[in-house]
Every structure is written in structure tokens, then in C-alpha cells.
DNA sequence: GGCGGAATTT
DNA sequence: AAATTCCGCC
């Protein structure tokens, strides 16, 4: 058996659920999407190319038409697929990578809140992973989410026709399901049929089960990789301590089936991890990072495993590491300048994107291979030969140069600092990532063609805040929270400082990016698109401050603040604001993982939180209790009646949450509403509970904050830290 | 090509 | 809810 996660990122099932569509045919489109991206061969008709997590529909009548097979809507064509597709803007699960055509490309944040909805469980001191599912039950199977190279992935034998890997078993299944499926439709079968559609699909069966030795039928599904496996394949995922190397031995000759192109969209890792990442062989999938580095330590924790049916455990941790991984990347390849824009020390990597993407790609491989392909399904190809579209065939390989090379500094990445640290215990430096709020969507853009009724009749400046940012918006990755947590460290901190009032430190040390804009930086035209989709992709790295020339953002903040809090003043409620999108507090020495050069905050950063009284400010009190602005700032409301303030205070947290939620899109989703009903209480997480459930839409990056900090304690302590804070009032006020 | 509204289907 | 189908617009 070879590994099947070998490479790859083993993304997890959840990625995947295919359980939640036995039938193959609720399987969602961009479900069938990840699937058809992970086999090789579909590579001439959809394949991953440029930034991790962007792909391009080489064919898309193929795809069309295989997702029509798969569906059993022989109308299907691409421009109703495309429809499909485009449905997902919203949904913030994919997006469009402007200026390239039929190219798209995922946002793995989004997948990871659909898929981990329960995020939150990881409340419990997680340290443990409890989750350690036992069991394959057959029905994960691994999924990459960017493949690895699919040679890689496939023996070589198996990969021209027969997907054993991992996936195949699923795919199979789910492909033969959907194909068969159909038949029970009239007339479709005919033209599916006439299409070869099953053939499609249905081509990777012949291997079956023999692939790896699967074989288990259903138990025998890589569902269940073993925890070794598992672990490996995240290991690679992460770069881990393993060689990323890969097994060279594996794949290799089938040479004409590696393309080098499409998968690999980053040839090495830019940054030389302790491992060599240069060696770093097969690129990673795009949408993980790749780097080889050895930032993430990967602790096997069996936890990733997928429980059955739409039930998987997850442990925090895994997220985690795959949180962080994506971030790595995200620095290594994506990030926005601007993102940086709080330390000015950290130099900007530039984000490597190839040149000329469009002209580039060559078909000839892919004809070739089409051309097997179709012999192998059996050529039915209708139409004989199906138009290609010359123009998006692969191109020669991408040359792939190291985002870093152009910068070679001493402080490389900023997120190397803190994951260099030699081995990487598993503990590494906690950091924390506030998460930012959602973007705005469309909703900007669409102000031009129409006024929104929601929009415009909010203030401007309400929207803007939303943003999950809300409570707990801040996530932290920090070791494992687990232990922090249970130390006591870290807690946490959930946005809001306030917090601490258990007393407990809280440290806010926030490598924050903003890697929205990763999108912005590959695509080549950010103008228009900035303000509406710099956050989509990773909203949760980005701080919205960061990036003071961004007038939109900034201007929307302000009002925001403007209407919400008049006053300047270092109020607590200002700090909830503040907190969430100020900027990166500057972290404790030591755990600064950018600073830790020297300079910690900058003038920049300092004008940009001026009042934030965020400052973490002293590790020795950190706790500073954030209800009661210090001595200074009480001196001004001290007298304002208890009530009041109290009162302001409720209300401005209500205000946040709502404008939290009404950030996000437009339409999105309706029960949002409702959660927020239900939520009324102040200032919790919406994610903790479900929010995050389906896919909500929610502000996904939410999620990750709840499992981190666990909801249940946060919880707690925002409620112990409100009753500290009415006491303090109370004695405040008996002076009036 | 791409977008997104609207109505309809699953 | 997630498409599918249509369709006008840019």
C-alpha cells in the first residue's frame, strides 16, 4: 500500500463527505470539483494551477458534461455549471480568480468551517485529543485537497486509469452510483450514455478495490488511514520533519503523465525548510502550504480522522496545524503587502505568481492524454474529439521561483520565526491570528448596480464592522491551546480582553496578515475586487487595519466606530471594536513571532492603535481587565451612572454582533438572523455553537476562535468578567 | 466570458 | 439548500 496520503495533503475527508451524498447525487458541485481535481485523469479537463487552491477548467464542456453525467442532467453545460459555480461567491466557498479565465479557486477557509462545524469541541482542554477515532468505518477516504501530483498520489500503474489512491474508493463509488444512478432517468441515460459519461466516471473503476490494496471494500477504504498514515500524509501536508521529499521511488517515470504545470504551482517551497524544502519534490497542493519547513510540528494526533457518515471528530489541534499550514502558505505565496503593514520590519515577500498563466499552458500533454483517456473509457466520446481549448492547456512549467528568492533576508518569514524554533515541539510559540471580519461581498459592488436594502439602510460604517470579529474573533494558534489553555496561558483571549478578568494572562500576540488580499495579489486586477473579496479567502488573517491605505475599509471602520462610540476614549467598548480589528497588538517579547527582531512596534503600528488599550502591554499585566479602561479612563466615566454604561456597553456589543453578522453577505443566509436572536447575550462567540454548523456562512473564521478557546469556558469567563465588571462599576459609582 | 436575478426543480 | 434553467447585461 503505498501511502495513499502520501503526498498530499491528506486533506481530510471532511473535505470531502461523501457520506453526506451516498447517492452521488446530492453530491455537491464543488465536491465533484475536488474530486475531478484529484484524479489525474481529468487533468486535461480541470486541473489545479496557479495559487494554491485555484484551479482551471481546461474543458469546460467536459466538465460539463461529466458533471451533468454525475448529476443526471444531460443538459448540463458549462454556463449552468458555471451558474453553479458562481453561486459559491456568496457562499465564500469559491471565488473567481479574475482575469483568468475558467479559473476559480477555493477558499479553504470556507472548506474547513463546512466541513468542521464543530470546531468548537475543542474547547475541552483538546490537549488530549480525544477524538481519536477508532475507526474507519468505510467511509472517509482521503482527500487531498490540492493533490499532490497525481502521479505521486497514484502508482503508476493505477494512475493512468485507475484512481487507487485513496480516493478512488470513493470516487468510485460515488461515480458508479451517480452513473448508474441516472439510468433511471428517461431519456438521460441515452445521452449520458452517448456521452460516455458514465465512461467518465466510471473509468477509474476498473482498478477498484485492487488499488491499494483497499481492498477492504468498504472497511478497506483508506477511510481510515491508520494513524500512521494519516500522520504521514500530514506530515507532508505540513512539510513535516518527514522528507518531504516524497518517495521519489514512487512515481517518477510515468513521466508523461506528470504535469509538472498544473500541480505544482509552487515548485519548491521558497522557504528552505530545515528539511530542504527545496528538495521538496512534488509541490504541494496549492492550497496547502507546502512548505517543507518544519514550522509545523506536526503531533500526530489520530484525531483527524473522520468519523463516519457526516460525523467526524476533530481535534482542534489538527485544525490547527492546518490553520497554520494554510497560513504558511498563505505567507510564502500570497500574502498582500499590505499585510505587513504593521511590521514594517518583516520584509514582503513578493508573492510569486507566474507570469503569464494564460499563454503559458500547452495543450499537448493534454491531448495526449486525453487521448488515452479516452481510449481507456472506452471512447465514446461524443463528438469525436471534443474541443480542446487550446489556449488553457497546461503550459510549460511554471517557473517556479521562490516567492523568497527575490528577498533573501535574514528575518525571512515572518511566520518562520516562530515555527523555526528547532524541532518544534509541539508547543510552538502561541500566536494568535485575529480573525477579520467578513468581507463585505458583493455587497459593495453591488451598491452600483442597485442599492441594497440592507446595506444602505445600515450605516456604512456598521457593515464594515461586522465582521465576525465580534467576540472572539481572534483565534490562536498558539501551541496547543490545549495546553495553553489548561495553563492558562493563552486562554483564549477570546477578542476580547476582557477576558482575562479571570486573570489570566492574556497575551495577544498576533501575527496578523491579511491575506485577503492574497487574492488580490495574484489576481491581476485588485482594484475593482478589493473591497469586496480581499477578505473572502482568508478573512481570518487579516486584520483590517492593517492596511491604512485602504480607505474603503478604513472608512467604513471608522464610521462604524463613529456611530458605535462617539467618544474616544479608551472605552471598554472601543476596545471590543478595537480589538478586533485593530492592529496586531505588539505580542509579548516572547512571543512575538514577527517582532522578535527588534523593534517591536513601530511607529506605524502605534499610530494605527493609538488608543487600543490592546497593548498587551506589560506581560506582567496583561490582565488587565478590559471592562475597566485603567485608572485614566475610568476617572471619565466613573461618573456616569452604572447603569448607563452599562447599558452603552450592552448595546454597543449587541451592535457588534449584529453588524457582525450583517456583514456578511447580503443573502446570505436568513438564519443568520436568527442566530443572532438567539444569541443575544452579549458578546459570545457566535461560532461556538453552530453558527459554524453548516456552512454557514458565517463568518467561517469564527469557528476556528471557538475551538480554540473553547466556547463553553469563554463563555464563562465573558459572563464572570461582566460581573466583575458591574461590581467595578458599582464601586465606581458610589463616588457619584 | 462572466455575472447575477428570477423562477423552478430536486 | 443547492442546483438548474433562462436570460439580460457588461
Redesign the pocket.
Known sequence: MKTPGDNGIAFPEWAYKPESSPGS????????ILELLRKEEYHDVIAWQGDYGEFV?KD?DEVARL??A??C???????????????????R?L????G?????KFNFNKLVL?NYPFIDMGSTGSSVPQSAPPVPSGAGTHFRFPPSTPSEVLSPNEDLRSPGGMFSSVARRMARGSVSDCSDGTSVNSEIEEGNTGAGEERGERGVSGGGGSGGGGGGYRSIIHPRLSHEALFRMYGGPGNPAGHPGSRGHTGHRIHPDSLSPFPVSPLPGPGGAGLLAPPLSPALSMTPTSHLPYTPSPTLSPMLGSHFSFNPEDMKRYLQAHTQSVYNYGLSPRAFLHYPNIVIPQPHRPAADKAGLSGERGAAERAERAATAGGGERGGERHHHPPLAHSAHHHPHPPHSAHPHTHSHPMHHPLHLGEEPPHMSPFKFKLQPPPLG?KH??SQ??S?PRQSSLSSGSGSMSSTSGLGSSLSFGSDLSSASGSGLISASSSTQSLNSAGLPKIKVEPISDIESEEEVEVTDISDEDPDERDEEFELFSPRHSRAPDHHRQHHQHLANGTAAPQHHPHPDEDLDEDVFKAPAPPPPGLMPFFTSQHTHSSPLHRMLPTLKSEPTEPGDSNTPPPQTGSAGASQTKCIPLKLRFKRRWSEDQRMEASQEESDD??V???EERERGRQSNGRMEMEEDGTGS??GDSPPPLAYEGSLATPLASQRRVSAELHRATAQLSLENKDC
Open positions: 447525487r446530492q453530491i455537491q458541485l464543488w465536491h465533484f477548467i469546460p458533471w451533468g454525475r448529476k442532467k444531460p443538459q448540463m453545460n458549462y454556463d449552468k455549471l458555471s451558474r453553479a459555480l458562481r453561486y459559491y461567491y456568496n457562499k466557498i471565488h473567481k480568480t479574475k483568468k479565465r475558467f479559473t476559480y463546512v458583493r459592488r453591488e448596480s442597485q441594497k447580503k443573502k443566509r436568513p438564519e453548516g456552512e
